[in-house]
Nanobody
Framework: QVQLVESGGGLVQAGGSLRLSCAASGRTFNWYYMEWFRQAPGKEREFVAAISLNGAITYYADSVKSRFTISRDNAKNTMYLQMSSLKPEDTAVYYC???????????????????WGKGTLVTVSS
């Protein structure tokens, strides 16, 4: 089992930047695919970004592509989400997530997540 703790959320003006971190403890961090999801008030949880075991492969939602960058440091058991050119519609609780590798990785489906963090709130003001 792995425990995930997000940090780095806060209030930022539109056009600004934030970097989220996800610290993992428990099982070996590099055993897991890692992802970010977000959930805005009144909306369903949605996929943001995903990264492979060694960080070589990344996936992004169309809405954040070219603005957000996912990365991981396996030596520090930490994943990051660098967010830039933030928009008010990026306002949400951002969740860190871990997936145990299996035969198929449907990275955009929250039903495939094995472990969730508790989330960190990002608020983008206009």
């Amino acid at each position: 089992q792995v425990q995930l703790v997000e940090s780095g959320g806060g209030l930022v003006q539109a056009g600004g930047s934030l970097r989220l971190s996800c610290a993992a403890s428990g099982r070996t961090f590099n055993w897991y695919y890692m992802e970010w999801f977000r959930q805005a008030p009144g909306k369903e949880r949605e996929f943001v970004a995903a990264i492979s075991l060694n960080g070589a492969i990344t996936y992004y939602a169309d809405s954040v592509k070219s603005r957000f960058t996912i990365s991981r440091d396996n030596a520090k058991n930490t994943m990051y989400l660098q967010m830039s050119s933030l928009k008010p519609e990026d306002t949400a609780v951002y969740y860190c997530a871990a997936v145990v590798p299996g035969s198929r990785w449907d990275y955009s489906d929250p039903r495939g997540i094995d472990y969730w963090g508790k989330g960190t709130l990002v608020t983008v003001s206009s």
